[in-house]
């Protein structure tokens, strides 16, 4: 079983930053596929960002391309969404998300304001 427990959210003025925390439980970090998605109001869930175990390789929606950047320390268990120049449209639950194998495992999420 994993457990993750996201932080760092709140509100933040347009073009403001912001950084998103998850912590996993779990001696498997290592090797798990993470990744970030978000889930504005009346809105379904969407992909934001993934890293692979290692963090060699990363992957990005394309809304946030170039703004967002997704880490990961395996040393401390956490991965990280640094969140820059953001925007009124994102706003919404932001939610962390690992893969261990197959079974994908979820975080209670973190909400993300931006106000204009």
């Known amino acids: 079983q994993v457990q993750l427990v996201e932080s760092g959210g709140g509100l933040v003025q347009v073009g403001g930053s912001l950084r998103l925390s998850c912590a996993a439980s779990g001696r498997a970090f290592s090797s798990y596929a993470m990744a970030w998605f978000r889930q504005a109001p009346g809105r379904e869930r969407e992909f934001v960002a993934s890293i692979n175990w290692s963090g060699g390789s990363s992957g990005y929606a394309a809304s946030v391309q170039g703004r967002f950047f997704i880490s990961r320390d395996n040393a401390k268990n956490t991965v990280y969404l640094q969140m820059n120049s953001l925007k009124p449209e994102d706003t919404g639950v932001y939610y962390c998300?690992?893969?261990?194998?197959?079974?994908?495992?979820w975080g209670q999420g973190t909400r993300v304001t931006v106000s204009s």
């Open positions: 998300h690992a893969t261990e194998g197959t079974v994908p495992y």
